[in-house]
């Protein structure tokens, strides 16, 4: 405890000494520090830290003129999907027209114009900007397409019967 009490009360005397410029240089000799180094210059790391910030940006910012690979795989594959679809769209078309020549335009024909309508605009996404949503779309569009035209087809098949049951009966 003697040399506490002999800090403290001289403690000042102690304040305004510094070791030589020769003992700071073996003291840094034996650290394997050297002041003023390349490897712990400010600025290099200054220098370090801009450029990991520029690349860091350039990777993080999507590029707008490149289509990705994903959106031209989705644009085939809607190509196969479509060509399938409309076979048979156009398959029932031509099945419902032989039923009915001439109603005009009913809820069924206005339900499907719509559709259509609506497919076009799609279509037309999918060429300016193809992605999965849009492909799922087109193909949710075609196929509700088919089912109304199966529901028309149905009805109309019922009502077929119901007037050859009629002749049936009226002829017997």
């Known amino acids: 405890m003697k040399i506490e ?19 700071w240089k073996n003291v840094e000799a034996s650290v394997g520090l050297q002041r003023g180094g390349w490897w712990n210059s400010l600025t290099l790391w200054r220098a370090a830290a801009v450029i990991f910030m520029v690349l860091s940006v350039y990777l993080l910012i999507p590029k707008g003129g490149e289509k990705p690979a994903n959106s031209d795989i989705a644009l085939k594959e809607f190509t196969d999907v479509e060509a399938f679809y409309v076979e048979q769209i156009s398959q029932k078309v031509e099945m419902i027209d032989e039923f009915q020549r001439s109603e005009g335009l009913n809820g069924f024909t206005q339900d499907f114009q719509q559709l259509e309508a609506m497919y076009l ?26 089912d109304l035209l199966n ?22």
């Open 5 to 23: 009490d002999f800090v403290r009360q001289n403690r000042s005397a102690f304040d305004d000494q510094e070791p030589s410029d020769k003992i």
């Open 121 to 146: 605009v799609l279509k037309e996404e999918m060429h300016t900007h193809p992605s999965q949503k849009v492909k799922d779309a087109l193909v949710l569009n075609l196929l509700v397409r088919i």
């Open 151 to 172: 529901q028309q087809l149905h009805s109309l098949e019922k009502g077929y019967k119901a007037q050859e049951k009629d002749k049936k009966s009226t002829s017997i």
